[in-house]
């Protein structure tokens, strides 16, 4: 950050750290918070200085079914990957359902019913593990139910090992 | 680096080492530490997204949401970024606003009910948080309250609305009836002023 535009990022970062940029804005000052040390250091301290705020408010006991829930549909972890992943939160509209499976967990162990048998020559690798289990778990379920038949046919004829799929999807018969 | 000085860092919340510790078993994949993190934690983040979003499923599901960032992101934490509460604070507060401004975004095709709950959400809550009152309930949070006072009522209203309630400029600028340029500028002033120096 340049001395003469110190102030002005300043500015900037407590207007991000409020809430207050539009859009677009946001999108570009994100932009730049990744490659500028400095103005993450602005970032930190602004979150530090209204910290005092949010803590302050009055505790409110969030429902007794989230917790449940929550360690339920834990996503898998890539590995130890230390890049920033891009998160299956939904942003707005469907929530998806979580893959509860990690590899390597009984579920994925469990041999196929038939389905692509003879396709099981190899295991598949840790990275196409994960995607295919990205691509599953962005489908929603409720709706989506007959494009995600489609999807785990496919991945079984492209020799994933998703069995985890029929567990979630509930198709264990198929 | 000499900005960090400026802000007399001090903890806020009591347990943070005990916070960082979780997050490091969350970063090792133990659920029990998530678990634990979210006893002591989700109380406050819940309260903080409900005041953004309204008590509703919207809320519920944001602070779900916040606890699987916080699993994933857990490995990224590290003291640099500062102590656990402030970080895991901006992630429930960024995604609950990224909730909000997506219900905004979608509300042209909300039916009826859903944008008069919306208002009455928003506006209905118009006279309760000028004052700082409720600051008052840590020590931790005098220096803060004390600097808030100072400022003039509409930016230090402007400033808690925005933080706690996740006003976007258009709702403050609409709610003080000021443009938003002069409001931009008034809760610059008053934010450098919270900052104590510069």
């Known amino acids: 950050v340049h001395a003469a535009d110190k102030q002005w990022w300043k500015t900037h970062a407590a207007d991000y750290v409020l809430g207050l940029l539009s859009n677009s804005e946001r999108l570009v000052f994100e932009r730049v918070l990744l490659v500028e040390p400095e103005l993450q250091s602005f970032v930190i301290d602004w979150r530090q200085k209204l910290q005092p705020m949010s803590d302050a408010l009055p505790p409110v006991q969030p429902p007794d079914h989230i917790l449940p829930a929550l360690i339920t549909n834990l996503p898998l972890k890539s590995g130890n990957t230390t890049s920033r992943q891009s998160s299956p939160v939904s942003s707005g509209r469907s929530l998806p359902a979580y893959n509860a499976a990690q590899p390597g967990s009984a579920t994925a162990l469990v041999p196929a019913h038939g389905i692509g048998k003879s396709h099981y020559r190899q295991p598949a690798s840790s990275f196409r593990y994960h995607h295919a289990c990205r691509r599953l778990s962005h489908c929603r379920f409720d709706r989506q139910q007959t494009k995600r038949y489609r999807l785990v046919a496919k991945l079984c004829r492209a020799g994933y090992r998703c069995l985890f799929a029929f567990g979630q999807c509930g198709m264990d018969g198929v | ?198």
């Not at chain 2, 960082?20 to 006893?39: M, P, V």
């Open chain 2, 1 to 198: 680096m000499s900005n960090t000085a400026l802000f007399e860092l001090q903890p806020q919340f009591p347990q943070a080492e005990k916070l960082a510790s979780l997050l490091a078993k969350c970063s090792d994949d133990d659920e029990g530490g998530l678990a634990e993190l979210y006893h002591l934690t989700a109380a406050n983040l819940f309260a903080l997204q409900v005041r953004i979003l309204g008590m509703n499923y919207m809320a519920e599901r944001a602070l779900h949401d916040t606890y699987t960032l916080i699993w994933l992101r857990s490995s990224e934490y590290s003291e640099e970024l500062g102590e656990p509460m402030p970080w895991l604070t901006s992630i429930a507060r960024s995604h609950a606003l990224n909730l909000k401004r997506a219900r905004r975004a979608g509300k042209h095709n909300a039916t009826e009910t859903d944008q008069d709950r919306d208002q009455t959400s928003e506006i209905g809550s118009t006279s309760e948080y000028a004052d700082t009152t409720f600051l008052s309930h840590h020590a931790s949070t005098q220096p803060l309250k004390q600097s808030l006072e100072q400022l003039d009522i509409n930016t230090r209203d402007a400033i808690v609305r925005a933080y706690l309630d996740g006003w976007s400029i258009e709702q403050l600028s609409e709610a003080y009836n000021k443009p938003i340029a002069s409001l931009k500028s008034a809760i610059h002033a008053g934010m450098l002023s919270l900052r104590g120096q510069d």
